[in-house]
């Protein structure tokens, strides 16, 4: 009779099991459908807003279908874009995945809302002079190719794994559509040099400035008899350091619709806030080092707030400056439609600006995941002292190459900035430390792999880059001459 009731057990249990791994592969299957159903929602609201404020005229619709392109941009651009600023805090564990959804999605409502520009060029930084598509129509159906030409390429590097520049993405979709509108004569050839030019130097600086401040940390701090004396020295300078840049950072590039500041005087107030923050982090950290054992993992437990930190103002500058990426084209539409023809500037409707402000935060939410995990954890490991140098690393990049008024893209700045941080840890230990990271004995494709920066990650964003501007531009050409053909 118990060996009955055992095997009564054993059979239920096995049952159970059967029904729990049935459920979780249907969750596991589910959770796509989900994310891609909110995406569809969020889209048909903004075709909703825009029909109700427009109208369901034949004139109506053609904005209504921009409105419903701009969403889907700006859904791509949260889920591939935003993984730049909140996956290093993600990967060095100063953040949950969950909190840092939160945070970036408050913030980056909150830049695009607050600090987005208002008025954009209508052809993206000049790429397109507005006398070669002057024509409505052709204008109308240029810009509605360049947006969803650009959306279409981003979404297919979010999916494949690669962040890209979206700015790289939108410009690439302008040309595209106005060589397919007026032919190649159109295009302004030295401003799309200078953006290609970006494609080396903004990976190159970002990179540079995080090792450089990785060496600082490793040499001043990290390798010192007495970690948390220096500690308390140096933390506080970089931490002001940090808030100088960011001030700088937030004044050249983040509040230039509440008020414009030069320069110099940007430069002046970052001055003042970093020499401020050194001073009065001093007994903060002293503080917080209390009774800290003098080891390297103690370190990191004094860079996780100014990390957070960081993470958060870098989400509200790329609010305010990346929503015109999806709202840009879309604000051209709405003022040819209304207005008639094309134009070197427009103004942006709150409800376009609102459209671009949510569906970052929506696509953040949705499919921000899987970017904030490659960014934080997958291409090298990061901890919060690494992290911190690549945040700070991506402000003083942007405000270096303002200085000397170079085009760069923040993801690249930040992606190279994770590769240079992972390169700059390999050449130290094998260079200055004389440690080997790797079994020399194995086969070279398993060294490869057990490197400190994946090999595999490194090549597919690498080659995602190289050809973001020429797709996207492919992308849009075709569309340009399809939405042609329907029209005719």
């Not at 949510?358 to 291409?379: A, R, T, Y």
């Not at 990049?397 to 700059?424: E, K, M």
């Not at 849009?476 to 029209?487: E, G, H, R």
Request: glycine fraction near 10%; charge should be positive.
């Amino acid at each position: 009779m118990a060996e009955q009731f055992e095997k009564s057990w054993q059979t239920l249990n096995k049952d159970l099991d059967r029904i729990s791994a049935l459920e979780q592969a249907t969750a596991y299957t589910a959770r796509p459908l989900v994310a891609a159903g909110g995406a569809l929602a969020f889209m048909a609201l903004a075709g909703i807003m825009a029909a109700a404020l427009i109208g369901f005229d034949p004139i109506g619709l053609i904005v209504v279908a921009a409105a419903i392109f701009g969403a889907y941009m700006a859904l791509n651009i949260g889920a591939n874009d935003v993984a730049n600023n909140m996956g290093p805090a993600v990967g060095a564990r100063a953040l949950t995945i969950g909190t840092a959804l939160i945070i970036a999605a408050i913030c980056e409502t909150a830049g695009a809302l607050i600090a987005g520009g208002d008025v954009v060029g209508t052809v993206s930084l000049g790429i397109i002079s507005p006398t070669a598509v002057a024509e409505t129509q052709t204008f109308i159906w240029a810009m509605m190719a360049a947006l969803l030409g650009g959306a279409l390429w981003v979404n297919l590097a979010t999916w494949v794994g690669a962040p890209v520049s979206t700015t790289h993405s939108i410009v690439g979709g302008v040309m595209g559509a106005g060589i397919a509108a007026a032919g190649f004569g159109a295009v302004n050839w030295v401003m799309m040099g200078q953006i290609a030019a970006s494609w080396v130097i903004s990976p190159l600086l970002g990179g540079l400035f995080a090792a450089a401040f990785l060496a600082v940390i490793k040499s001043r701090i990290i390798y010192r008899p007495d970690k948390i004396a220096a500690a308390r020295y140096w933390v506080p300078i970089l931490i002001g350091i940090m808030a100088g840049c960011f001030t700088t950072y937030l004044a050249l590039k983040g509040f230039s619709k509440i008020y414009t500041v030069s320069f110099q005087n940007a430069l002046l107030a970052g001055l003042a806030v970093g020499l401020g923050m050194t001073f009065a982090m001093r007994p903060v950290i002293r503080r917080q080092s209390e009774g800290m054992e003098n080891r390297k993992k103690s370190l990191k437990v004094l860079f996780n707030i100014p990390l957070i930190f960081s993470a958060a103002l870098l989400s509200f500058a790329h609010g305010a400056n990346d929503v015109a990426n999806a709202v840009g084209p879309v604000a051209a539409i709405v003022h040819a439609v209304q207005d008639g023809g094309a134009s070197d500037s427009v103004g942006i409707p709150f409800w376009v600006m609102l459209i671009g402000a949510v569906g970052l935060s929506v696509g953040l939410l949705l499919f921000g995941p899987k970017l904030i995990n490659i960014v934080g954890s997958e291409i090298t490991r990061l901890n919060a002292m690494r992290a911190y140098c690549v945040a700070l690393a991506a402000a003083i990049t942007v405000i270096f190459a303002s200085w000397l008024g170079l085009p760069v893209s923040s993801t690249h700045i930040a992606i190279g900035a994770v590769f240079g941080v992972g390169f700059f840890r390999e050449w130290y230990h094998e260079r200055v430390l004389k440690v080997v990271q790797v079994d020399l004995t194995s086969p070279p494709e398993l060294r490869t792999r057990k490197k400190v920066v994946r090999r595999g990650h490194f090549v597919t964003i690498l080659a995602a880059w190289v050809v973001t501007v020429p797709l996207a531009a492919a992308l849009s050409a075709a569309l340009f001459y399809a939405m042609q053909f329907i029209t005719l």
